[in-house]
Nanobody, 122 residues
């Protein structure tokens, strides 16, 4: 199984980025997909998750109204649209796949991508 995240970069506060994560080696639509992030010196934290069929989504309170998770099962891809970025959004963002468990618990995800850096500047 491979999860390949991309789309990170340097952006000014208030700007937007769209992260993508392409999955291979698994039955993609059978997995809930999640995005987590980890800032330097901090624990990995939940950002957003989406059910296999795409009908159910979950977003952390800190990103609600600014970030949107979506997926395209035909492309084995999950996205994270990030708008109105803030300095505190700076982190390495990871995508992950989960066959079962709580959507916001990192240790209950089965597979992880390599991460993509998002840096928000003032």
């Amino acid at each position: 199984v491979q999860l390949q995240a991309s789309g990170g970069g340097l952006v000014q506060a208030g700007g937007s980025l769209r992260l993508s994560c392409v999955a291979s080696g698994l039955s993609f639509s059978n997995y809930r997909m999640g995005w987590f992030r980890q800032a330097p010196g901090k624990e990995r934290e939940f950002v957003a998750a989406i059910r296999g069929g795409g009908a159910g989504t979950y977003h952390a309170d800190s990103v609600k109204g600014r970030f949107t998770i979506s997926r395209d099962n035909a492309k084995n891809t999950v996205y994270l649209q990030m708008n109105n970025l803030k300095l505190e959004d700076t982190a390495v963002y990871y995508c992950a796949a989960q066959s079962g468990g709580y959507y916001n618990r990192a240790n209950e995800y089965d597979y992880w991508g390599q991460g993509t850096q998002v840096t928000v500047s003032s």
